[in-house]
């Protein structure tokens, strides 16, 4: 997330850029995030959603320990985070396409391998954080809505699989 924030502040305000992401506001962005960690994980010890599970042997987050803690946490670590680097990269995009539609056809920058390449991966990156965590987050939000109906239909066999 804050690497798209960081991209979208880079292309879409360029002018803004250096004073935005100067040494001291780097440092300052670098201890937000460290304590927005912590911030995040406290709340786990008043809630008592981190318990042993037998099927996975370990602690782990308990889906079941409070509806709206579960329902927090997909929306602050799931949903919250895909709307922003969407945002970021739409706009990213659009902004693209309207400086090329300014700069006449015989004028027009030329994407060079490595613009596509570093585009793709980064792309790739972000469907796959998607795809890996969208099982995770919505079976959460279901157990947070209906436990009672939801928790039954969950295979054992899910809490073993490879990870």
């Not at 042993?52 to 987050?61: E, K, Q």
């Not at 308990?62 to 706009?91: D, E, G, K, N, W």
């Amino acid at each position: 997330t804050w690497y798209s924030i960081n991209r979208y502040c880079y292309i879409c305000h360029s002018l803004k850029y250096d004073k935005l992401y100067s040494d001291k506001n780097s440092v300052c962005y670098v201890l937000l995030i460290w304590a927005l960690t912590v911030v995040a994980i406290v709340p786990n010890l008043f809630v008592g959603s981190l318990q042993y599970d037998p099927r996975v042997y370990s602690c782990t987050f308990v889906q079941s320990a409070s509806s709206a803690y579960t329902i927090a946490v997909v929306f602050f670590h799931f949903i919250l985070p895909i709307m922003i680097v969407t945002y970021c990269y739409l706009r990213i995009w659009i902004l693209v396409i309207q400086v090329r539609r300014r700069v006449k056809p015989d004028n027009r920058p030329k994407l060079t391998p490595h613009d596509v390449r570093n585009f793709v991966t980064m792309f790739v990156v972000f469907v796959l954080f998607a795809v890996c965590w969208a099982p995770l987050n919505f079976i959460g939000l279901a157990v947070a809505i209906k436990p009672e109906v939801v928790i039954p239909l969950i295979p054992e066999w899910l809490f073993v699989a490879p990870k």
